[in-house]
């Protein structure tokens, strides 16, 4: 599944919507697809406040389904990152005056099994999560 929109605020809750429909092919938990549309989120948000700043530009997110896993890829082709390793650090953000968190890749992490940040500054940000399905669980049939 691939999808592009345009960078407004609006359309992040698109997304998240559109990403959960997408998994929820695999069947997940209430609970695995809450953790899902909240990291998709955070990428989302992060690609239109930081990628594009106070520009618009294009968001592409691509979706593979595999058979307990799906992979959500989030890009930009904004200003990128400089420094991944101080970005992906819990509290800071380089916009405190628009009062962010600074928590948007703490929170991908966490609410995900794997998350890769690749960035060029100049060039855009991927952000590729990872979210095991049914991970240890047994599912009942009737």
């Given at each position: 599944?691939?999808?592009?929109?345009?960078?407004?605020?609006?359309?992040?809750?698109?997304?998240?919507?559109?990403?959960?429909?997408?998994?929820?092919?695999?069947?997940?938990?209430?609970?695995?697809?809450?953790?899902?549309?909240?990291?998709?989120?955070?990428?989302?948000?992060?690609?239109?406040?930081?990628?594009?700043?106070?520009?618009?530009?294009?968001?592409?997110?691509?979706?593979?389904?595999?058979?307990?896993?799906?992979?959500?890829?989030?890009?930009?082709?904004?200003k990128g990152?400089?420094?991944?390793?101080?970005?992906?650090?819990?509290?800071?953000?380089?916009?405190?005056?628009?009062?962010?968190?600074?928590?948007?890749?703490?929170?991908?992490?966490?609410?995900?099994?794997?998350?890769?940040?690749?960035?060029?500054?100049?060039?855009?940000?991927?952000?590729?999560?990872?979210?095991?399905?049914?991970?240890?669980?047994?599912?009942?049939?009737?």
């Amino acid at each position: 599944m691939q999808l592009d929109f345009v960078s407004k605020s609006e359309n992040e809750s698109f997304a998240r919507v559109v990403v959960a429909a997408f998994a929820s092919q695999l069947d997940p938990t209430l609970d695995e697809l809450a953790d899902i549309k909240t990291a998709v989120s955070e990428a989302v948000t992060n690609a239109i406040i930081h990628g594009y700043e106070n520009t618009v530009g294009i968001i592409r997110i691509s979706s593979k389904l595999y058979e307990d896993k799906v992979v959500i890829t989030i890009q930009d082709w904004g200003k990128g990152i400089e420094d991944i390793e101080k970005a992906r650090q819990p509290l800071w953000t380089s916009k405190p005056e628009l009062e962010r968190s600074g928590m948007g890749f703490t929170i991908m992490e966490d609410f995900m099994d794997e998350l890769k940040v690749d960035s060029t500054p100049g060039e855009g940000t991927v952000v590729t999560m990872v979210k095991n399905i049914n991970k240890g669980t047994v599912r009942q049939t009737t």
